[in-house]
T-cell receptor, first 112, second 115 residues
């Protein structure tokens, strides 16, 4: 079954600290993996998109990694800020289709 | 601002009623996607249109329907509303390549509350 699982479900950290969010998928055939940030009540916003040939991609303080062999991805947030409080959603697409599989997200809360 | 416009932002209605949600995709994007997000749930794919034609269907109820017009805006019609239909409804658009390879841009959503 094609699935995307994220962990942890929720996370609380202090401002300035780093954190890492995990995404495991069983989607096949795989095309690309994306990370989205969704503020409460807002639409998701793309952070990174990686194909199977890419191992890492950065967007400011956000760095995503991908291991296509183990079907795992991580999103590392450096020097967290209060504005990083949001849900982070991992999305995987199938090759040659428009079909996307969404994870249920990790809810991150950053406290001062 | 993603360039995807959704209206209305908020909608409160009663059970059994019918509502229409509207979406204007980014200029030039041919694909429109509709998603439902219930409280504390992940995004559930409902339906996709490409240049006016239905392209893919997800977990869309028979009480729900959608269409994409020649000017590429899309409408999602929800009828015989039930309490469980209360959710955020997102529209997203993607360039000609489609969401599978291209970027997906989300609107700010329409929050539907059914009382």
């Amino acid at each position: 079954k094609n699935q995307v699982e994220q962990s942890p479900q929720s996370l609380i950290i202090l401002e300035g600290k780093n954190c890492t969010l995990q995404c495991n998928y069983t989607v096949s055939p795989f095309s690309n993996l994306r990370w989205y940030k969704q503020d409460t009540g807002r639409g998701p916003v793309s952070l990174t998109i990686m194909t199977f040939s890419e191992n890492t991609k950065s967007n400011g303080r956000y760095t995503a990694t991908l291991d296509a062999d183990t079907k795992q991805s991580s999103l590392h947030i450096t020097a967290s800020q209060l504005s990083d409080s949001a849900s982070y959603i991992c999305v995987v697409s199938f090759r040659n289709t428009d079909k996307l599989i969404f994870g249920t997200g990790t809810r991150l809360q950053v406290f001062p | 601002d993603s360039g995807v416009t959704q209206t209305p932002k908020h909608l409160i209605t009663a059970t059994g009623q019918r509502v229409t949600l509207r979406c204007s995709p980014r200029s030039g994007d041919l694909s429109v996607y509709w998603y439902q997000q219930s409280l504390d749930q992940g995004l559930q794919f409902l339906i996709q249109y490409y240049n006016g034609e239905e392209r893919a269907k997800g977990n869309i109820l028979e009480r729900f329907s959608a269409q994409q017009f020649p000017d590429l805006h899309s409408e999602l019609n929800l009828s015989s509303l039930e309490l469980g239909d209360s959710a955020l409804y997102f529209c997203a658009s993607s360039p000609i390549g489609g969401a599978g390879t291209g970027e997906l841009f989300f609107g700010e959503g329409s929050r539907l509350t059914v009382l």
